[in-house]
């Protein structure tokens, strides 16, 4: 069973990505509101994925993203954005996420980027 980390400042953000998570049978191991505490629990709970906000505070995505695969450069990642925020999801994809999903989320979608990360 994949282990999950969900990183997204809106609490409803979170909830709905775990839903659908785990009514798909993936294991959510920890949820984080900041990059900063992304990359604190991407340590501690040593998920297989990661699904990531762009835009948070304290810490964005992206540099959370380059901060995690500085230390493990294997770090599956998927970037969650909003429409229209295009240009941050290539420099996204550039600090070495390996996929990203849009706002509002289709299960689907979700499902068929965990898919191609872990197949």
């Known amino acids: ?10 609490k409803f953000m979170r ?8 009514n798909a049978g993936y294991h959510v191991v920890g949820e984080a509101e900041t990059g900063k505490e ?3 629990k991407f340590h501690d709970l040593q998920p297989d994925v990661i699904t990531m906000d762009i835009t948070m505070p304290e810490l ?26 295009q240009k941050m999801v290539v420099e996204a994809i550039e600090a070495g996420a390996k996929d ?8 689907s979608s979700v499902l068929e980027a965990m898919k191609r990360l872990l197949n």
């Open 100 to 107: 990203f999903i849009v706002k509002p989320f289709e299960e």
């Open 15 to 22: 909830a709905t990505l775990r839903s659908i998570m785990e």
């Open 1 to 10: 069973m994949s282990r999950i980390l969900i990183v997204d400042d809106a």
């Open 38 to 40: 992304a990359i604190e």
């Open 60 to 85: 964005n995505g992206i540099e959370a993203v380059k901060a995690i695969k500085r230390v493990d450069p294997n770090a599956k990642i998927i970037m969650c954005s909003a429409m229209g925020q």
